[in-house]
């Protein structure tokens, strides 16, 4: 089957402009989670879905990002007014029920200039 | 949340094993101890995990310490696939990276 999909794969903004990021996650999986990875560091949290239930987004770093899983499966991570600081590598992970592995798409790469 | 320590990077020779070792001194009690590995350009893959136990599988092997304040992954035998950046977490709800251990890998 099909492994976790991300789109677009890069992405170019002017900082101010808005930006949304789609994941794909496995058919059927539960939990979805989105990182943001910076160039040199590990992924960091953001945000973690269980369904279309969002259970914990204290890992967005201010008001501008926003997260949503609507139907439980493809989920969007927009970004507002976007800035320099949010160039990074944007990872989603799904999981699928009584599993702790997370499985991850490729990425986006946002680069704003 | 609790923190793992790795090193920044090793080295290993082709064909020989590899120890990436992991502190993680305030494990709580229901944490699970993860490795996920990052090839260039891609997102991290799930390697291995355990509670307590020691535990193989075909990608390798974890070796917990009887207080779990540790743990080792270990490669029986390097490939040059297996260069790649090795992350030790404990999971909760969230995953927590850290930055990893750089491993290259030496024909």
């Known amino acids: 089957g099909a492994g976790v999909s991300q789109s677009p794969r890069y992405k170019v903004a002017k900082r101010g402009q808005d930006v949304a990021l789609r994941c794909d996650p496995i058919?059927?999986?539960?939990?979805l989670f989105w990182y943001q990875q910076a160039l040199g560091q590990g992924p960091e949290f953001l945000t973690y879905?269980?369904?279309?239930?969002?259970?914990?987004k204290s890992g967005l770093p201010s008001d501008r990002f926003f997260a949503e899983r609507p139907e439980g499966s493809v989920s969007t991570l927009k970004i507002q007014r976007t800035q320099q600081e949010d160039s990074a590598v944007y990872l989603c992970?799904?999981?699928?029920?009584?599993?702790?592995?997370?499985?991850f798409g490729p990425g986006t790469r946002l680069t704003v200039t | 949340d609790a923190k793992t320590t790795q090193p920044n990077s090793m080295e290993s020779n082709e064909e020989e094993p590899v120890h990436l070792p992991c502190n993680h001194s305030?494990?709580?009690?229901?944490?699970?101890i993860h490795w996920y590995r990052q090839l260039p350009s891609q997102g991290p893959e799930y390697v291995i995990h355990?509670?307590?136990s020691n535990v193989n599988n075909r990608m390798a092997s974890l070796a917990i310490a009887e207080d779990r304040k540790s743990s080792t992954l270990i490669l029986h035998r390097a490939t040059l696939r297996d260069a790649a950046v090795y992350y030790c977490?404990?999971?909760?709800?969230?995953?927590?990276f850290g930055t990893g251990t750089s491993l290259t890998v030496i024909p």
């Open positions: 992970a799904s999981t699928g029920t009584d599993s702790y592995e997370q499985y």
């Open positions: 058919s059927g999986h539960v939990s």
């Open positions: 879905f269980q369904n279309e239930a969002q259970l914990d």
């Open positions: 305030t494990i709580s009690g229901t944490d699970y």
């Open positions: 355990g509670l307590t």
């Open positions: 977490i404990l999971t909760g709800n969230q995953f927590y």
